[in-house]
């Protein structure tokens, strides 16, 4: 009720939490318009590994490495992070000192998931939204009991939500490709999955082996 009058003020409100020190990196990505998650979107990440408590993190598509700083809670986690683009994933490095325990890997996403033998419980994805089905199954294969898998930018700046003839040309393939895919994911995991409506959009799926 009366969300409307909320919603413009939420995202400011929410950004406003910082756990972490997270400002040079943020504002390095910020100003060579590298894309990252937003602070809000940063906090909840942060928060979920430390209920969870995972010892393996797998980030796909770990740009600069902003939301790399989050997700690398405590020292007891190993964090492996992804990205095929060589100049971003530098600058991440630059981010982190080697006491740091996260691996960065320069591959594709896919040609990375093909190849690992390591299992996680934590994933984090911020890949090509529509390759998420292609790679959720993928994903699926490696992870550990009560793995918590998290796929940024579900609701793509609210498109997933609107009318088709609503929605700019460029965004509706994905937008289409998101839709079926919450859908099967809602499906499969009705008790197990959510959507968050935080940043653009976090979906949630605690997968727990037959
Ligand atoms: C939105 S940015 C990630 C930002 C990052 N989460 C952060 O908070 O700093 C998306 C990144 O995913 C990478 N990417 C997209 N598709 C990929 C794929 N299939 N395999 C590996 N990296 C991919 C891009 O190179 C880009 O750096």
């Known amino acids: 009720m009366q969300s409307e009058l909320m919603y413009p003020f939420l995202e400011n ?30 906090e909840v990440l942060r928060f979920l590994v430390q209920l969870k408590n995972p010892e393996n993190i797998l980030e796909l598509g770990c740009g600069a490495g902003v939301a790399t700083k989050y997700l690398l809670f405590s020292d007891k986690i190993k964090l492996t992070a992804v990205d095929y683009n060589a100049d971003r ?12 325990n996260v691996e960065f890997v320069f591959d594709k996403a896919e040609n990375f998931l093909n190849k690992t033998e390591d299992y996680y419980d934590f994933v984090f994805v911020d890949t090509i939204k529509r390759e998420y089905p292609g790679i959720w199954h993928m994903i699926r294969r490696k992870l550990k009991n009560n793995a918590l898998v998290i796929f940024d930018d579900i609701l793509l700046y609210g498109y997933t939500l609107f009318e088709d003839a609503e929605i700019p040309g460029r965004y509706i393939q994905s937008v289409k490709e998101l839709r079926n895919f919450i859908n099967e994911i809602k499906c499969r995991y009705p008790s197990n999955s959510s959507v968050i409506p935080i ?3 976090l979906l949630l799926i605690n997968h727990e082996k037959c």
């Open 199 to 201: 940043g653009n959009g």
């Open 89 to 100: 994933l530098g600058k991440a490095k630059e981010h982190f000192s080697p006491s740091d």
């Open 13 to 42: 409100f929410l950004n406003s939490y910082e756990s972490i020190d997270i400002e040079k990196i943020y504002s390095y990505s910020l100003n060579n318009k590298i894309p990252a998650v937003d602070k809000s979107v940063g």
